[in-house]
């Protein structure tokens, strides 16, 4: 089946430095998603993408749609305390296949204050 | 505005039994899927419902089902649990389905089920 390649796995930074992970698959996606989790809580979406060679930001977080349609990138900046826990990408396929998405492994970040 | 409820939140069961899991979707919100959250597999799409119908399904053996009633509240249901079913099972509702373009979800905190 799909599968989404998220990388890297883990991060051990310090406050204030920039992070950057991403995903890649051998399928295209016509929707891109980064959510994070928290421990105790489901996933909360972050940013939504929806179109080749799209950028977008929220606050302290950037993310963009590769223009090939296969990858995506998620940038935080300046890392906070906050920041902590796991961030996931995920991709919807077939614009009228309903809501199923795709989730890459995860990318765990911890923040050393 | 309510978020995504799910209940119970944690739950043991045994080899061989039973077990369904509940989800009250955001009011408003037709569409609710389920997902599988395990350390080895990741999160993986069990099925979605919308307007009491199944949608989507994912790759899982059919000891693995779901309904949807009336009012958009959903059960998924594990029959004859093996180990391997140990998991957080998390509902996701969106307002609809089907139409073009992405329709966000809202998770809810997930049921914890361990099987011994």
């Known amino acids: 089946g799909q599968q989404l390649n998220q990388s890297p796995q883990s991060m051990f930074i310090q406050e204030g430095e920039d992070v950057s992970m991403n995903c890649t698959s051998s399928s295209i996606f016509n929707t891109w998603l980064w959510y994070k989790q928290e421990p105790g809580e489901g996933p909360v979406l972050l940013i939504a993408?929806?179109?080749?060679?799209e950028l977008t930001s929220n606050g302290r977080l950037t993310a963009q749609f590769g223009i090939t349609r296969k990858d995506s990138f998620l940038n935080i900046s300046a890392s906070i305390p906050s920041d902590v826990g796991i961030y996931f990408c995920a991709g919807q396929t077939a614009r009228n296949a309903g809501n199923m998405l795709t989730f890459g492994g995860g990318t765990r970040l911890m923040v050393k204050p | 505005k309510a978020g995504v409820t799910q209940t119970p939140r944690y739950l043991i069961k045994t080899r061989g039994q039973q077990v369904t899991l509940s989800c009250s979707p955001i009011s408003g919100h037709r569409s609710v899927s389920w997902y599988q959250q395990t350390p080895g597999q990741g999160l993986q799409f069990l099925f979605e419902?919308?307007?009491?119908?199944?949608?989507n399904k994912g790759n899982f053996p059919g000891r693995f089902s779901g309904r949807q009633f009336s009012n958009s509240r959903s059960e998924m249901n594990v029959s004859t649990l093996e180990l391997g079913d140990s998991a957080l099972y998390l509902c996701?509702?969106?307002?609809?389905?089907?139409?073009?373009?992405?329709?966000?979800?809202?998770f809810g905190p997930g049921t914890r089920l361990t099987v011994l």
């Open positions: 993408l929806y179109k080749a060679g």
């Open positions: 419902y919308f307007s009491e119908t199944q949608r």
């Open positions: 996701a509702s969106s307002v609809t389905s089907g139409s073009w373009g992405y329709n966000e979800q809202f």
